[in-house]
């Protein structure tokens, strides 16, 4: 009877805890819903309030718990949409692959997706998005323009010009039609210009059109004008990476590398894009020197931190930490040419010429094309026994074939097999500084410099003293100039540059020194004294120096400064 009463008492303990279990659980999935409810609902109204970032940021790393397939479905198409809104590729290709459907069920996921699957010429697939939204989107310009685009990249030209042909949109919606028109006219200048400014007058703060403008411009030679034309499309779509980074090329092709590297320190309100983040950490170390501060690397929409790839306080090129690895081993990054130059600088810094070599014959076309000049030239330094009196360098190209404004340097490495003015026993350092230097990457020169520290340096060509006291100038300051400069007086572009510097340091009478004594075969010291003389007030000076110089006489400057003695009442012919 005891076992009995025993046994019933722990079957109802067993059902008690059994319903208790069941009801807490039922009570903790209905909480859960609750609050994957509410999150979801303050995600869309951070998106709505103009925080997308935010917002996909607290969805990705707070996925709903407990969740039924209705909110599991909500969470990830409010993902899709976002990273739409985001322009997130990342994501959009990511669910592209793993959700086809419901990214496509998303307007402008689809679009963006659709686009991908465009530069991977998957045709067909793209071709079953555009039949499903052109007819009912309340954007079928963008459609359209994606059509034609298939056509185009499958290569029927006339086919896509006929498409194009077939219809118009009312005022800006236009614009899309207009500018693929305006390519396919490439042979036919006025006509494609024709449907450029049809464009340009239907909306003037459009990027794209002020892109195309810009091509246009600089197409002809008109630089002033595509410069203009970059950075008012910039201006147009300040958000947009394409059109800064558009701007940034721009100055980079016309040598105009402190402009490129200023552009993009200023502008970005959100970080740089990783493939901008990284151009920047590049020139900045090669060109400028590294700011105290590096702008945000801008990932998945949001400004984080960037890896070290460089610790500044050593003045490396490549820290080869598993964090800078772990970076340049990604996709998107494996091929960098900043990357590849940025390791091969880093093997000459450390002495490692036969790994330098190694890297260097290893550059894909791609690399090699951020700097051809300064390949080769490396390429037959590190080959080159350059402490052999015998010494002989064979060279690659014909002198005829040398564009204009090649530097000197490059001029006697690559076309004259020699190196022009530079001391055989000079160390392997100072030649790649030579090379730096002729391409114009001066903080990477300064790092391999050693003029001021070996005795031996001062061999050196006149440019390159001149080049270097420059690149201290502005990279260090114009005492470090000062100092380095006063080593090579000897050279008059050197003497006529220091006495630059000596006015700048408001060391007046040594300016007046050094210029006096270069005036008589430098024109540029002529009428630099003339200037120091006339903005001291010196008039005696200045008539006496006007007098002596017959040809700064003749000058514009000259007939300016003389313009001026007449106003004060003192002509000079009466003197």
Known sequence: MFYKKLIIGFLILAILGAVSFFGISQYRERAAQRRNQDQLASIRGLAKSGNPQLALRLLTENPPRFASDDIKTKWLEEEIGLSAQLRNMNRIEFWGNFAEEKVVNHHDAAYLWARLLLSQRKFPRVEAIIQSWMPRSDEPEIWFALKADELLLRGEIELAGQFLNSRTFEGERDLPRLLRLYILEQNDQEAGMAYLMEAFSKNSKNADTRSFLGQFFESQGKRFLAEREYVAAYLCDPENPIYLEQLFEYYLRHKKIHLAIDTLRASPSKGLVDTLWLKHLFYSRVVTGLPEELPALQMMGEMVEGPQLIDSKVRCFWNPSEESESFASGSRFQQRPEVAWLKLLQALKCERYEDAYKLLLVLTPNQ????????????????????????????????????????????????????????????????????????????????????????????????????????????????????????????????????????????????????????????????????????????????????????????????????????IGQPLANQ
């Open 368 to 567: 090699r094309r951020l700097a051809p000049n300064l390949a080769d030239t490396l390429e037959i330094i590190l080959r080159t026994d350059l402490r052999s009196e015998n010494s002989h360098i064979i060279a690659k190209r014909d002198p005829a074939t040398a564009p204009i404004g090649t530097h000197p340097f490059f001029l006697d490495v690559l076309y004259h097999g020699q190196f022009g003015g530079m001391n055989p026993r000079a160390p392997t350092q100072q030649y790649v500084a030579a090379a730096l230097l002729a391409e114009g990457w001066m903080e990477a020169a300064l790092t391999f410099q050693t003029a001021h520290k070996a005795q031996h340096s001062r061999i050196v060509p006149d440019w390159y003293a001149f080049g270097m006291t420059q690149t201290l100038r502005y990279n260090r300051g114009m005492d470090e100039a000062a100092t380095f400069a006063e080593r090579f007086v000897h050279f008059p572009m050197v003497q006529v540059l220091l006495g630059e510097i000596e006015i700048a340091r408001g060391n007046i009478q040594n300016a007046k020194d050094l210029l006096k004594d270069a005036a008589y075969h430098n024109h540029r010291a002529a009428s630099l004294l003339a200037a120091l003389y006339y903005s001291l007030g010196e008039e005696q000076q200045l008539k006496e120096h006007l007098n002596t110089h017959p040809n700064l006489m003749n000058s514009p400057e000259g007939q300016v400064l003389f313009s001026q003695l007449n106003t």
